[in-house]
């Protein structure tokens, strides 16, 4: 089942997408929830971030293919496999829901990339969990975007801007509940065009691993976001671009880009 969050006139409600309308739930997504007799088309309402975490996580280097890519930006050592998740935070503001504008701060450098990733939800209190068990604390996924800039990852000690700024962590559009996360395609477009394809099966640590190993020192809460980390390659994204996030069986998560003086202008 897809569950999503949205915004219908001034109300924001949970509900579950069917075909192209959406039907509003009552009670919770994280425990009982029934259908309701209230339907709105999808093209009618404002389709925001599926869940607000309290944290979001991304686990680190978690594609081989990546690493190479990621000794040109973090210098000596990032090339190498890790022996287990590193993970870090993206900041609470950073997230930002499909179509909403992924902003570049007029401060940066201009060389703000894509990174299309999995993500999962978690569905209930998590701590010191065994992989094996972990899956169990995990609602669903969802397509997300680690927007990365990568003189500041390069240069600070910290990825707390270079990953952390507002907008730079769209989700969405919706959790797939019913899906098998290790077999799971994502493609990334920037402009129409292919750029960026992964496969979870390749993730040096399955969502489980990551879920399991956070929880060992971090109580995870219903709504937090674990990302999969991403693969290969990537590049920078400018004012205008549209970057889109496609996870075959889940949906596409759709972002403009835009230039922060651009944007406080509107």
């Given at each position: 089942m897809k569950i999503a969050r949205f915004r219908a006139a001034r109300r924001v409600a949970f509900g579950v997408v069917m075909g192209d309308e959406i039907v509003e739930i009552r009670g919770?997504?994280?425990?009982r929830f029934r259908l309701t007799d209230t339907r709105y088309?999808?093209?009618d309402v404002n389709i925001l971030a599926p869940t607000e975490p309290a944290l979001i996580w991304g686990p680190g280097l978690n594609f081989a293919e990546h690493l190479e890519f990621a000794a040109s930006v973090l210098g000596e050592g990032a090339d190498e496999l890790p022996e287990h998740p590193e993970p870090w935070h993206k900041s609470r503001n950073s997230l930002t829901?499909?179509?909403d504008p992924i902003i570049i701060p007029k401060d940066s450098s201009g060389d703000v990339h894509y990174e299309g990733e999995a993500v999962a939800v978690i569905g209930r209190n998590c701590r010191r969990v065994t992989p094996t068990d972990a899956r169990k604390y995990i609602l669903g996924y969802t397509c997300g975007n680690d927007v990365s800039e990568r003189t500041w990852q390069k240069k600070d000690s910290t990825f707390w801007r270079a990953k952390g700024s507002d907008t730079f962590a769209p989700v969405g559009p919706w959790i797939e509940t019913d899906i098998n996360p290790q077999e799971l395609e994502i493609l990334v477009r920037l402009n129409g065009e292919e750029v960026q394809r992964a496969y979870t099966?390749?993730?040096?640590?399955?969502f489980s691993e990551i879920v399991s190993y956070l929880s060992q020192q971090v109580t995870l809460h219903p709504g937090d976001l674990v990302f999969s980390g991403t693969t290969g390659t990537t590049k920078a994204m400018k004012p205008g671009d549209k970057v889109e996030v496609e996870i075959p069986g889940i949906g596409v998560?759709?972002?403009p880009v835009e230039a922060e003086f651009d944007a406080a202008a509107q």
């Open positions: 919770s997504i994280y425990t088309p999808l093209a829901g499909p179509n099966k390749d993730m040096l640590f399955t998560l759709s972002n």
